[in-house]
């Protein structure tokens, strides 16, 4: 029998080759980011999958455009794209310095929960104001950002950093930090890959919604390449195949 996930992958194949094809300024497109959970990943075969790469893929097949990916340490994927060395950088989340280096799409692609982890068993919690947590550690992972709240008292916090959310796991199982700041998309994954699921727990309130966009180099021709695929990314929203993509992967769409 054939699995219903297997079904509504022909189906949803089926749709986006009906969408017809232009070839309006095509080139070659090097897209570039780090492993984010269902939104760009790697295989052990190779193959590049989740929401981003999925998007990318129908609008470069639109406008006539070979597309390349590649996974990369998140800030080495961000200078490349803002050195113009890769056109397209998936799934950064906005903030003003970013949009110094970058020109961001018109809408994002999908949105995160930005939440605390504790140790299961702890007694720790939080009421949402950072100010109740004197002399208790909180750790991030390098590069992300959290929120304007987070943002604006991350001085006065002074986090811990860890290099990778991998790490900055380990380095809360290990009691290196009391608290850890992540996205429940990315952390929910990776604490399952890692077999610590029954080990950390999510805390509320929410620290904050991010939504994730694609970024785009800063020169002409990524600019003229932002317009086109913001324009083909509309069709692909207002005829429901975004949509589709999205479930398929259970990623949260913005509204």
Sequence with gaps: ???????????????????????????QVLAVGTEFANVFERTPTGEFTGLGADIIRVLARQNGDEVKFEIYPWARAQWMVEHEQAQILIGPYKTSEREAKYGFAKRAFYRDIMALYIRKGSDLNWDGNYASMPGLKLGVINGWVYGPQFENLRTIIKPVVANTLTNGL??????????????????????KTMGISNELLMIEPFMDMQDGYLAYCKNANCEQLRLRYDELYEQLRDGGILQLMARRLGVRLPP
């Design 1 to 27: 029998m054939i699995q219903l996930k297997t079904v509504f992958s022909i189906a949803l194949l089926a749709l986006v080759f009906a969408l017809p094809v232009t070839a309006a300024n095509a080139g």
């Design 170 to 191: 380990n380095m809360l199982l290990a009691k290196r930090v009391d608290y850890l700041a992540s996205n429940m998309r990315n952390t929910e994954a990776t604490m």
